[in-house]
């Protein structure tokens, strides 16, 4: 149990937090304050409003003699001062935006005293700018001669965060400034929702080319293109649907994986792609090269394509999936271990095998190429001349690694610029982080983290394997998503820190490392409490789902999750990670993008309402993953999607997949993807479903058909959304076994014959926790 003392801090740091009066967090300022001195160290006030605050002193202090201003001077400095209180939020009452702000800040009762004593007759000089003048000086005229009245108009009733207090509160300001961290030390952090709607989003890449543009690559084949005022191109950047490999079912890892640009691209205008295609019945991966259009920055020219590599994939799963340029100007290639458990191709696996390509970190020149080979090999690749080596490898003995980064460096010494890392998703028991060095074996599958997997080639003496800078045990998570160490400048605090994540259990986590011992250390960062994260725009919960990071062009990191891992859900959003503890100075950060030509209309962001809720410590699911090592579980009765298969629910069309007769979906007034009323198309629209007999059963057979693993309730009675009178309704008296493939092949009523009404509209919750992974 909490000692006193520790359950006083506890509330005080549950409540208390730096916050100023423009609604953001405080700073250092990039010059010392000359006025309010005491806040050149950490505050809310720049060099401009420290001299704004300065000459409204000298105004006031114009109405005394020397004795005056000896007597009074000190509390309307201090009181005026207190705008650049990194507390000032609390002191006017402007953390609320429901709440009227004060004129004035907030005094401790004891200060309130000895400020009426002394001085009372400055309140209406103080209030002299403040509002409606007329109105302050028929108030100050009432209140300056009662003591009470007075001290009830100035005093803050909560003793510990009034002023002067507020300065002298060891507990409150012992870290003031610093990254926050609750009693567990989790690192405190917000997020800002800059995107949504989004289909399984996978990568998000910036042009580098002072457009402060960024694109967002689905999984289903699409590149849309995002302007730094948050709105989207509507005509997307490239369309691969017709190419790319995959399906709706949760936990298919084939698809669209990645795209990168050239480093050059404002001269050399290429895009580089990752994706999973069926040649001739035979899965692989394509990498390829696009040229943009002659006539839209925006688009790529979709006839340029071609093919810089194509690679056979042996099983549906580890397919890999990064592509980077390093600082060096040559194209990284991250390819998976060829799938299935265990690496179990031939005598050491693929990934310990250098004449194969899978299970490598490749790397390739693909400049100069237009009149020649797709790429050439860089003259330093470390196998160049090994027999029966691929001299594409740069480094090897590599599971799935799925997102890398390379380290801009300390802004001001450089230091760790051009680093490579990687998450690395494990098989049985562990995750880790690599810091990929050329010529690299990372062990497997004679290891899995720091442990052995393969006895026998663990202890071959000649394996001589680069240890992960950081495992962590499935207790944590099932499956790293590789970060970013941030280097941006409006979050000071988290300079030098890697933030990276779980896919399976939704954990955001961070390294830091120590540049004596060059050891890392880990926190787990969690969401701020709702008091911590209540500046304008920010939210403290996120979609479990982890699919992958990201870096905008001035350096500010993002991270893409989903409620729903389906390449064809929308369920994907983007978001931007908030220290709310400290932030530049003002102007330090400005950026002005340069102007952009559209053609097309433009789609305006508009962040959703209400919050997703994550636990602090998630529920640690247990399903088999696809991406992650261990074989995708579809449910009994369907078959694994082959080819160009789109799974329950789509039909090819002449022009495209459509939704077939029985396809189901989830309406919910709160968008969320995993609840809803039951619709179900017939007839070309959509219907509704009557609960008379509708059990468990039932839902799961609809949570099934949209991808989860099953149904947590039936709500009946309309209680998930009532339709309106334009929708029909379709089934009633349904009554499923379990295992039926759709809701038409159940026990049940002909279509459109019911005795019911709206008002018995039927609701089903699926279990989104048991998602196979992605």
């Known amino acids: 149990s909490l000692s006193l003392s520790s359950a006083v801090c506890l509330y005080l740091w549950l409540l208390c937090h730096p916050q100023c009066l423009d609604y953001k967090p405080p700073f250092e300022p990039r010059q010392p304050l000359a006025f309010c001195k005491e806040y050149s160290k950490f505050g809310c006030c720049d060099v401009e409003k420290d001299e704004e605050i300065s000459g409204r002193f000298y105004n006031i202090m114009e109405n005394f003699d020397h004795s005056g201003y000896a007597a009074c001077g000190k509390y309307v400095r201090s009181i005026l001062c207190q705008e650049c209180s990194p507390y000032a939020a609390h002191l006017y009452d402007a953390e609320d935006a429901d709440t009227p702000m004060r004129a004035l800040p907030g005094l401790c009762g004891d200060y309130c005293s000895d400020y009426w004593r002394q001085c009372r007759y400055t309140l209406s000089l ?13 108030l100050t005229a009432t209140i300056e001669e009662d003591h009470r009245r007075f001290c009830e108009f100035l005093v803050l009733k909560d003793k510990e965060y009034c002023y002067p207090s507020v300065l002298t509160n060891a507990e409150l300001n012992a870290n003031l400034g610093l990254l926050n961290e609750d009693p567990e030390g989790c690192l405190e952090l917000c997020l800002q929702e800059v995107a949504n709607g989004l289909r399984n989003p996978v990568a998000m890449i910036h042009a580098d080319d002072g457009t402060h543009r960024f694109f967002v690559a689905e999984q289903l084949g699409y590149v849309w293109v995002y302007l730094a005022n948050g709105s989207r191109i509507d005509r997307p950047f490239l369309n691969l649907t017709k190419a790319v ?71 549906s799963n580890h397919n890999g999936g990064q592509l980077l340029f390093g600082h060096d100007g040559y194209l990284y290639i991250f390819i998976g271990d060829g799938g299935r458990a265990g690496d179990p191709f031939g005598k050491f696996g693929n990934s310990q095998n250098k004449s194969t390509l899978l299970g490598k970190v490749l790397r390739v020149d693909v400049d100069f190429n237009d009149n020649s080979a797709p790429y050439s090999i860089p003259s330093d690749n470390p196998f160049l001349g090994e027999k029966e080596a691929r001299p594409e490898v740069y480094a090897y003995g590599v599971r799935n690694m799925w ?15 051009g680093r490579m890392l990687c998450g690395d998703v494990g098989q049985n028991k562990y995750e880790e982080v690599d810091l990929i060095v050329k010529g690299g074996n990372y062990g497997w599958r004679a290891k899995e983290g720091f442990s052995c997997y393969d006895r026998k080639l663990c202890q071959n003496s000649s394996l001589d394997d680069v240890l992960p800078i950081f495992a962590y045990p499935h207790k944590l998570g099932k ?76 350096g500010e990191l993002y991270f893409l999750a989903t409620g729903v891992p389906s390449a064809t859900a929308r369920g994907g959003v983007i978001y931007k ?25 433009l789609i305006h962001f508009h962040p959703k309402e209400g919050k997703r809720k994550i636990a602090k410590t998630p529920t640690i699911t247990t ?64 219907g509704t479903v009557c609960d008379d007999l509708f059990t468990i059963k039932s839902g799961s057979v609809v949570c099934r058909q949209l991808g989860f693993s099953t149904a947590l309730a039936v709500m009946k009675r309309a209680v998930l959304g009532e339709a309106d009178d334009s929708v029909r309704i379709f089934l009633d008296d349904v009554e499923c076994e379990g295992g039926e493939r759709s809701l038409l092949e ?29």
Request: with cysteine; glycine share 10%; hydrophobic share 30%.
């Open 577 to 601: 990670i908030v220290d709310p503890s400290r932030r530049a100075p003002p102007g330090k950060c400005s950026i002005k993008p340069s102007p952009v030509k559209i053609k097309g209309k």
């Open 403 to 417: 997102r890398c980064s390379i380290d801009r460096g300390d802004p001001v010494t450089t230091e760790g610029r």
């Open 479 to 554: 499956s790293v998503t590789g970060g970013y160490i941030y280097r941006g400048c409006q979050m000071p605090n988290l300079n030098g820190l890697y933030i990276f994540g779980d896919f399976m259990s939704g954990r955001l986590m961070s390294l830091r490392e120590n540049v004596t011992t060059g050891e890392w250390q880990y926190n787990e960062i969690c969401m701020g409490r709702d008091q911590t994260c209540r500046f304008p725009k920010l939210i403290n919960s996120y979609y479990k789902y982890i699919i992958s990071f990201a870096e905008d062009e001035a």
């Open 746 to 774: 159940c026990k049940r009523s002909r279509v459109g014959k019911h005795n019911c009404s709206h008002a018995e509209d039927v609701g089903v919750i699926c279990d989104s926790d048991c998602i196979n992974d992605y």
């Open 245 to 315: 490999l995959t399906s709706p079912w949760a936990g298919d890892e084939r698809g669209f994986l990645c795209i990168a640009l050239h480093p050059r691209f404002t001269t050399v205008r290429k895009a580089y792609v990752y994706y999973s295609v069926s040649v001739k019945k035979e899965e692989r991966i394509r990498i390829s090269e696009f040229t943009v259009s002659a006539h839209d920055d925006n688009q790529l020219d979709h006839s340029s394509e071609r093919t810089i590599l194509e690679v056979v994939e042996p099983a």
């Open 623 to 686: 399903p088999s993953s696809g991406r992650h090592g261990r074989p995708l579980q579809y449910p009994p009765m369907f078959k694994r999607p082959r080819g160009r298969g789109r799974g329950q629910g789509y039909k090819k069309a002449r022009g495209g997949w459509r939704l077939w007769v029985g396809s189901v979906r989830l309406v919910s007034a709160e968008g969320l993807p995993d609840r809803g009323r039951v619709e179900i198309f017939i007839r070309g629209q959509w």
């Open 126 to 138: 103080l209030l002299e700018d403040v509002g409606n003048s007329q109105q302050f000086a028929n």
